[in-house]
């Protein structure tokens, strides 16, 4: 098993890489990137236009999601417990050298679930909406709150890179139970999910929300650092 060896050095060696670009402003700033809270207006505008467009069908479509976001973070747990690879934080090795912002979460790190969870948002709504300026502006989310895990010292990249390919595959399975159900459960109801798109303006308002919040959190820490609150 050489080459796992190597592989896992080498992981360990960009996480090194990349966890060490760091300083006060932007300890603060991956901190609300990775907080789940700090989301939430995005989340809800997404809902809404759930309801807006799909009208009844949005109750499925919400039950699907959050059996995604469910399962996503169920088996990302199952497998942290059955591969039980340390956290760059708890690896006796390299902890001393990991640039750890907050806490240092769980003691086991692969798959990352915040990947695994995001992707899974990610895919299973932009397959809903089939918007590509959506699936962009998601995608991006996904990854920035990935990376985020690497940049607070809980996360190696193939952590990430498992979390997210495994995020995709629960969220494209959802979606094509979902289709599954509505074509031969839902088949005269209209509108059909599989037929009806986002429009321009529907995502003009989705990413918005999505710029505002960045901005507002950027300019939070900004002034917090400038007057040496943090």
Not at 95 to 106: A, C, D, I, M, Y
Not at 118 to 134: A, P, Q
């Amino acid at each position: 098993m050489e080459w796992l060896t190597n592989i896992l050095n080498l992981d360990k060696e960009l996480f090194l890489y990349l966890n060490s670009f760091h300083n006060s402003f932007w300890d603060t700033i991956m901190l609300m990137v990775t907080r789940k809270e700090t989301w939430i207006p995005l989340y809800l505008t997404i809902v809404y236009f759930f309801i807006k467009n799909y009208r009844s069908k949005s109750v499925l479509i919400l039950l699907f999601l959050v059996l995604t976001v469910v399962a996503s973070d169920q088996i990302s747990v199952l497998i942290k417990e059955s591969v039980q690879r340390l956290r760059p934080v708890h690896e006796p090795a390299i902890e001393h050298l990991v640039h750890n912002v907050f806490r240092k979460g769980g003691l086991h790190g692969f798959v990352s679930s915040h990947a695994t969870n995001m992707f899974g948002i990610f895919v299973f709504t932009s397959r809903i909406f089939k918007n590509k300026s959506y699936f962009y502006l998601m995608f991006f989310w996904a990854v920035i709150i990935s990376y985020s895990r690497i940049y607070i010292g809980v996360h190696y990249p193939l952590d990430i890179i498992g979390g997210a390919l495994l995020g995709w595959l629960i969220g494209v399975i959802f979606y094509k139970i979902l289709m599954f159900i509505e074509n031969y459960f839902f088949i005269a109801r209209s509108p059909k999910i599989g037929k009806t798109n986002l429009s321009v303006s529907n995502f003009q308002t989705i990413f918005l929300v999505f710029a505002v919040s960045v901005l507002s959190f950027t300019i939070m820490t900004y002034v917090l650092h400038h007057y040496n609150y943090l």
